[in-house]
């Protein structure tokens, strides 16, 4: 699991002891490039069948990323300017709230995550061997399913639920809507 650094973020809320359950590794706006050598461990020495990129919402990176962080110390400044690019397209729309822009950029970084993880272990996706994951911690109840939440974003690059199911066995399809109508969003956050 590739999480961000964020105390409010932590394995447990997966539901399950992270005790010899969760490689976690953990940076500031979950990113991948930050940790490569981590995240290549867990997938490649490890094993992994499951890379779970769990970003959250109200991220204090990604607020950082698309306010300016010019007087942040050169380490910091590093790892927010590898957000600049997933958040980029982000920075170019209008929105109503500030905070509606943090919310949608925050979920862009978590497909971007998804995407190079996608492109780095390529082979062990195709084989099977591995799933990418993006999820999203909803600690706020800001989607609406709950405080606490964890809700998927992307799977192996699909990002709607449509998308899904298309690739999913005939006689699965019902378990997976039920799945997928409880723990999947694309957008639809909204002040609660």
Not at 21 to 36: D, K
Not at 41 to 46: D, E, F
Not at 159 to 169: D, M, N, T, Y
Not at 176 to 190: A, I, N, P, Q, T
Request: charged letters at 25%; aromatic letters at 10%; proline letters at 2%.
């Amino acid at each position: 699991m590739v999480t961000c650094s964020d105390s409010r973020v932590q394995p447990e809320v997966f539901g399950i002891n992270p005790i010899n359950n969760i490689f976690s590794v953990r940076n500031i706006g979950n990113q991948i490039i930050n940790s490569l050598g981590s995240v290549d461990y867990g997938v490649n020495h490890l094993k992994t069948p499951l890379l779970i990129i769990l970003g959250h919402v109200r991220c204090g990176a990604i607020t950082s990323a698309l306010q300016g962080y010019e007087n942040e110390t050169f380490a910091t400044i590093r790892e927010l300017n590898n957000l600049c690019f997933p958040i980029g397209e982000v920075r170019k729309k209008s929105f109503k709230r500030f905070h509606d822009m943090v919310e949608e950029a925050v979920l862009e970084n978590i497909h971007y995550q998804v995407d190079l993880a996608l492109k780095r272990y390529r082979q062990r996706v195709e084989s099977g061997e591995l799933t990418v994951v993006g999820a999203l911690y909803d600690f706020a109840n800001l989607y609406g399913k709950g405080k606490g939440r964890v809700l998927i974003v992307n799977l192996n690059g699909f990002k709607s639920k449509e998308e899904i199911l298309q690739r999913v066995k005939e006689e699965e399809k019902d378990l997976w809507w039920e799945f997928l109508d409880e723990f999947f969003v694309s957008k639809g956050w909204e002040e609660k």
